[in-house]
């Protein structure tokens, strides 16, 4: 069974309170065979070497500030997946160190798995990110490729822009600015032509930057992604667009 693999534009911690992106996510996880485990990287987990998070129990890291108590009251208690560790570990090159941590779950992470996978029996593991770098996570991608084959969703966790410092209205429905709607177009486009040298190249070619993303990491994950395709060349499905709080949510699968 060869899974996909998704660029999730993740949301903060209300996302569950939203009935659009929710049925949009819960849509999403229908359409897809139901994994036997998932892989996941967060741009809420930069770390060098690569990290490996829990993996006998999985706890929650609550990465946030500013939202109502409830939501650090929220539980995901998923199995963990000492066996994809293993197999991620050594999936990478012999001169790339893998480190292991007891570091649970970040809302990059659980909040949209507990839309797409409520019932929170799906063994995961998040790893880390050990660099921003375009290439060098389409290169990581390629060697995760293979554990597709064996059942494993691969998930990059991003925005398309996060913009957060030059939002003025922080109402979900609030419209976009016009630097987030340019730049999500913009991706849009690059992504159906397949051009991944392009995307690589968004700090130069994208307009809306600096604005979309005036740091990189929600932007990163996307290239994770496109490495564990079959095709990065191949244009992939975009099954969720749209805006919250004037953010792009745009998300896709790789198949």
Do not use: C
């Amino acid at each position: 069974m060869r899974m996909p693999a998704l660029f999730l534009s993740h949301g903060a911690p209300p996302l569950v309170d939203d009935p659009t992106w929710t049925a949009q996510l819960r849509d999403l996880a229908a359409s897809l065979p139901r994994p036997k485990m998932i892989l996941v990287a967060s741009a809420h987990w930069e770390s060098a070497p690569l990290m490996l998070g829990a993996t006998e129990t999985v706890p929650l890291v609550y990465d946030f500030g500013g939202f109502a108590p409830r939501y650090h009251q929220v539980r995901y208690n998923a199995p963990g997946a000492p066996e994809l560790a293993d197999k991620v570990a050594k999936s990478m090159p012999d001169h790339q160190t893998v480190a292991r941590t007891d570091r649970g779950l970040d809302h990059g992470a659980y909040v949209p798995l507990t839309v797409m996978y409520p019932d929170a029996d799906i063994p995961v593991l998040q790893m880390s990110l050990p660099t921003l770098e375009p290439d060098r996570l389409l290169e990581i991608g390629r060697r995760l490729a293979p554990l597709r084959d064996e059942g494993v969703l691969v998930i990059g966790s991003g925005f398309t822009t996060h913009g957060l410092p030059f939002l003025r209205d922080w109402r979900p429905e609030a419209a976009a600015p016009g630097w987030s709607a340019e730049f999500d177009a913009w991706t849009a486009e690059t992504l159906s032509r397949g051009a991944v040298d392009e995307l690589a190249d968004f700090r130069d070619r994208a307009p809306g930057m600096p604005y979309a993303h005036p740091t990189i990491e929600h932007f990163a994950p996307m290239f994770l992604t496109l490495g564990a395709s079959t095709d990065p060349a191949q244009a992939p499905d975009q099954p969720i667009e749209g805006f919250w709080m004037g953010l792009a949510k745009r998300s896709f699968q790789v198949v």
